[in-house]
């Protein structure tokens, strides 16, 4: 299958500095990749919607300007935590698709704000 | 929301198939039932996807009910790697900008 990859696998920031998680897919051009947030022992939560060169598209009850989505290239997206908060610790997961039917999954980011 | 309900927790023997059902009562003619498993602090993995009829790869098969209100995802022989919490998720074909929607899943403890 096509590979997603994040960076980092783990984070640990101070309380009221940002984070960036990279998603890349390695072999493939996404056309759309989407971002996760999932707390322990709890399904993923879609956070956003992002499609190559226009503006994310974000769920009922995320803070756009808190979780910041730039999706410059087909096969890179970010996510910006802005003054991340320990409320803000959990798993971060991307994923991406082109034009398959399924989405592959990147490995996750553990962020711990501390 | 998630359009398909799952139980709970399944345990199942090392060596047994590992049979997981999902319901998806509301399914529309255009949507298909895919299979994602997630094994513990791993992003999410594809199994399988279907519409109508039944499908196998080298993973597993998907049985999906005459009247597409149920499926049935088959691990022939389940190993200890198999201990995931298994996605029965529906979602468009048409559009790779379809999100995907995750509800509770099936957490399956495969034995020894």
């Known amino acids: 299958g096509a590979v997603v990859s994040q960076h980092p696998s783990r984070v640990i920031c101070k309380s009221g500095t940002s984070v960036k998680i990279e998603c890349r897919s390695l072999d493939f051009q996404a056309t759309t990749m989407f971002w996760y947030r999932q707390f322990p022992k709890q399904s993923l939560m879609l956070m956003a919607t992002?499609?190559?060169?226009?503006?994310?598209?974000?769920e009922q009850g995320v803070e756009k300007d808190k979780f910041l989505i730039n999706h410059a290239s087909l096969t890179l997206s970010t996510l910006t935590v802005t003054s991340a908060h320990p409320e803000d610790s959990s798993f971060y997961i991307c994923?991406?698709?082109?034009?398959?039917?399924?989405?592959?999954f990147g490995q996750g980011t553990r962020l711990t704000v501390v | 929301d998630a359009k398909t309900t799952q139980p709970p927790s399944m345990d199942c023997a090392e060596g047994r198939a590992a049979n997981l059902p999902c319901n998806h009562s509301t399914i529309s003619g255009n949507e298909y039932v895919y299979w994602y498993r997630q094994i513990h602090s791993q992003g999410p993995q594809y199994i399988i996807h279907?519409?109508?009829n039944n499908e196998t790869n080298e993973m597993a098969s998907l049985i999906i009910t005459e009247d597409r209100k149920s499926s049935t995802l088959i691990l022939p022989h389940a190993t200890l790697r198999d201990t995931a919490v298994y996605y029965c998720i529906v979602r468009p074909l048409t559009s790779g900008t379809y999100k995907y929607i995750f509800g509770t899943g099936t957490r399956l403890k495969v034995l020894a």
């Open positions: 994923s991406a698709t082109a034009d398959r039917p399924e989405a592959f």
């Open positions: 279907g519409l109508k």
């Open positions: 992002s499609n190559e060169g226009s503006k994310a598209t974000y």
